[in-house]
T-cell receptor, first 112, second 113 residues
């Protein structure tokens, strides 16, 4: 079955810096890769996703890149703000709307 | 996105007892899933709740321990049976629509004493 590795487990940045979180997946059949943000005590919130027919997707300060050959994808957050502090999870599935396999998460801390 | 509710939001239960968690969606959805999130950990898929048929369980999860029902396209239940302290966790349902994104319910925080 699918296995998703996520790095780093913790990331501390200064406000205004960029943050990058990387994930690798094992199953080449996976073709949907969402990212979730989970604040303390809250449910995971979908922040951005990418499908296998796209190499990069941006939404304001957030971008995701996908390298299908290398089987890895990354989340990029620019101009970080204290409210970006949260746990970020990457995930993979065979198609959008189907069961997700999650990475172990990255705790991002943005200090002002 | 769909509006998803779960009941109860939290509970404290005695070991050996069972708890049924409900997940209600405000519109029909194709897919419903149940995940577990142990304290400080990631999300682990328990099973896919199939409408009108038996749930599909992931490795390490069995129907006798986590029976699931899905009587229609807007509702599902997960029962945690014969609970032990190791079952203390947050249980989340999620929904997906065909080619669309997947969204999570608010979760049920279970503590087993």
């Amino acid at each position: 079955g699918e296995n998703v590795e996520q790095h780093p487990s913790t990331l501390s940045v200064q406000e205004g810096d960029s943050a990058v979180i990387k994930c690798t997946y094992s199953d080449s059949a996976s073709n949907y890769f969402p990212w979730y943000k989970q604040e303390l005590g809250k449910r995971p919130q979908l922040i951005i996703d990418i499908r296998s027919n796209v190499g990069e997707k941006k939404d304001q300060r957030i971008a995701v890149t996908l390298n299908k050959t290398a089987k890895h994808f990354s989340l990029h957050i620019t101009e970080t703000q204290p409210e970006d502090s949260a746990v970020y999870f990457c995930a993979a599935s065979y198609q959008a709307g189907t069961a997700l396999i999650f990475g172990k998460g990255t705790t991002l801390s943005v200090s002002s | 996105s769909a509006v998803i509710s779960q009941k109860p939001s939290r509970d404290i239960c005695q070991r050996g007892t069972s708890l049924t968690i409900q997940c209600q969606v405000d519109s029909q959805v194709t897919m419903m899933f149940w995940y577990r999130q142990q304290p400080g950990q990631s999300l682990t898929l328990i099973a896919t709740a199939n409408q009108g048929s038996e749930a599909t369980y992931e490795s390490g999860f069995v129907i006798d321990k986590f029976p699931i029902s899905r009587p229609n396209l807007t509702f599902s239940t997960l029962t945690v049976s014969n609970m032990s302290p190791e079952d203390s966790s947050i249980y989340l349902c999620s929904v997906g629509r065909g080619e669309g994104e997947q969204y999570f319910g608010p979760g049920t925080r279970l503590t087993v004493t």
